[in-house]
T-cell receptor
Framework: DAGVIQSPRHEVTEMGQEVTLRCKPI?????LFWYRQTMMRGLELLIY????????DSGMPEDRFSAKMPNASFSTLKIQPSEPRDSAVYFC??????????????FGPGTRLTVL | AQSVTQLDSHVSVSEGTPVLLRCNYS??????LFWYVQHPNKGLQLLLK??????LVKGINGFEAEFKKSETSFHLTKPSAHMSDAAEYFC???????????FGAGTILRVKS
């Protein structure tokens, strides 16, 4: 398996532009997570989906952020309009439901976003 | 709410010496705890996990961690550090639903030759 795939790996944009980050989870996984990593705040969960349905978006910072999962193999995280404080590494992770409560999350390589 | 505190932001050891990365947790229920490792410009990889079975957990690459409920600790250890262990390590607790993860601030491990 190729693992979780994220694109692009690096994105540089100007303030006010729309940014779309993409994620392909591991085949057969039914949970998908979006995280943001910054020096100031560390790793934060933004939103997660189960069977393509958003379950918890309490970590989404504000209305400028939106996430979708139109099918089991694709998700997007969109920022519109982008601001310099959105500069961070964004990780996507996926997991498969199993017995015993915890389901190991597999992380993608991340997208490094720089907003100028 | 669950939380973890990593007691050291940076740890420096010499190659071949033991590694100790400290983590304390706070949880209102019996927690699931994990250590993840992040190498530079890479994603996160699960090192080991504790899910209420044996309190001494063995992970990949010779790492292990011991769950101590009385001390609310889950320290990560390795008998002998290798240069390839240089990375950032995260102690993590899961929320009760088993899906939401709460990450510690991270400990950067430096291994000197």
């Amino acid at each position: 398996d190729a693992g979780v795939i994220q694109s692009p790996r690096h994105e540089v944009t100007e303030m006010g532009q729309e940014v779309t980050l993409r994620c392909k989870p591991i085949s057969g996984h039914d949970y998908l997570f979006w995280y943001r990593q910054t020096m100031m705040r560390g790793l934060e969960l933004l939103i997660y989906f189960n069977n393509n349905v958003p379950i918890d978006d309490s970590g989404m910072p504000e209305d400028r952020f939106s996430a979708k999962m139109p099918n089991a193999s694709f998700s997007t995280l969109k920022i519109q309009p982008s601001e310099p404080r959105d500069s961070a590494v964004y990780f996507c992770a996926s997991s498969r439901a199993g017995a015993g409560g915890y389901n190991e999350q597999f992380f993608g390589p991340g997208t490094r976003l720089t907003v100028l | 709410a669950q939380s973890v505190t990593q007691l050291d932001s940076h740890v420096s050891v010499s190659e071949g010496t033991p590694v100790l990365l400290r983590c304390n947790y706070s949880s209102s229920y019996s927690p699931s705890l994990f250590w993840y490792v992040q190498h530079p410009n890479k994603g996160l990889q699960l090192l080991l996990k504790y899910t209420s079975a044996a309190t001494l957990v063995k992970g990949i690459n010779g790492f292990e961690a011991e769950f101590k409920k009385s001390e609310t600790s889950f320290h990560l250890t390795k008998p002998s550090a290798h240069m390839s262990d240089a990375a950032e390590y995260f102690c993590v607790v899961s929320e009760e639903d088993g899906n939401k993860l709460v990450f510690g601030a991270g400990t950067i491990l430096r291994v000197k030759s």
